[in-house]
């Protein structure tokens, strides 16, 4: 949440391509935003006849699980009740902390200088 405006990246966890971006204005509640996000991924990935069947997130999407039911959701939060395959999906969480630095600083999406709603979109 940088500006105003609230971005959601969706990353394959393989090979880190980008497979879906979505902005929300204002400052949302992160699991308020899982469900939007994941239509969008969905819907951009039809034609390929793949649909996310796995989230793994921080802890700030906590209880949206009966939001988003066909895909499952991962976090710190469910470590005792995760195996080991998820546990290693859990650390594949911070590989998209380099990705949004570089989808910031080298495609120019760092700042925009326009004012209001629409500069901040």
């Not at 949302?28 to 034609?47: N, Y």
């Not at 699980?65 to 080991?84: C, F, M």
């Not at 998820?86 to 949004?100: F, M, N, S, V, Y």
Request: with cysteine.
């Amino acid at each position: 949440y940088e500006f105003g405006v609230k971005v959601s990246l969706a990353v394959a966890h393989k090979s880190g391509l980008i497979v879906g971006a979505r902005s929300f204005p204002g400052n949302p509640f992160d699991g308020h935003t899982l469900s939007a996000q994941l239509e969008q991924t969905s819907s951009l990935m039809q034609d390929l006849g793949v649909k996310p069947k796995v989230a793994v997130v921080d802890l700030g999407y906590r209880g949206v699980d009966a939001d988003i039911t066909p895909v499952e959701l991962i976090h710190r939060g469910k470590s005792k009740s995760l195996n080991a395959q998820q546990r290693r999906w859990l650390k594949r969480r911070q590989a998209i902390e380099p990705t949004i630095g570089h989808t910031k600083h080298d495609h120019r999406m760092d700042k925009c200088w326009l004012k209001g709603s629409e500069g901040d979109a």
